[in-house]
């Protein structure tokens, strides 16, 4: 049974901890998920989960909609993860660059395996990856976001592309 996300938010926003703790009960495994998929392990995802869950806490007055909590949830961890990546990222050199696009074929991997694989990923193709193939953002909203040029998301989509492909296919 779905819990009652209105009156979550609003004990939450009364500071009730049994509130918090269902609502973090409730919404940390999808919040998780989207912190593995940009973290380099679960080590690193579960700081980013629990710093994300703080800011939700400190931050949950501001929500409009309670029954949207799930959807803001999301979109706080996304933005907690990418302002990790854009302090722990390292410039990469744009020599070389593919400007064509790879296909992944994702279908005979296991949820486990694409995580795994990403997790193996430089940091800002991880971040570039997820952005755009899993956040739908454009590539002048990702350039945008992490302060840099739309050709260095291009060229950090077209290596995380391949390097997945390499990785997912070694691990057949």
């Known amino acids: 049974m779905e819990p009652d ?63 949207s909590v799930g959807a803001w949830v999301y979109k706080v961890m996304v933005n907690r993860c990418v302002n990790h990546c854009k302090r722990h990222r390292s410039p990469l050199p744009l020599d070389e660059v593919a400007d064509t696009p790879v ?21 800002q193709q991880r971040t570039v990856f997820n952005l755009v193939e899993v956040e739908d953002y454009s590539y002048s909203e990702v350039a945008a976001r992490l302060q840099c040029s739309e050709h260095t998301v291009r060229a950090n ?16």
């Open 5 to 67: 996300y209105t009156q979550l938010v609003e004990g939450c926003r009364r500071g009730d901890p049994h509130a918090q703790r269902a609502l973090y009960d409730a919404l940390s495994p999808m919040a998780l998920g989207v912190c593995m998929r940009y973290a380099r392990d679960r080590h690193t995802a579960q700081d980013l989960l629990q710093d994300g869950f703080i800011k939700v806490f400190e931050n949950i007055g501001r929500l409009k909609k309670p029954e």
């Open 157 to 172: 989509l077209s290596r995380a592309k391949s390097r997945l492909k390499e990785i997912l296919n070694r691990n057949k």
């Open 103 to 123: 296909s992944l074929p994702l279908d005979p991997f296991a949820l486990e395996e694409v995580v795994g694989a990403l997790q193996q990923l430089p940091p």
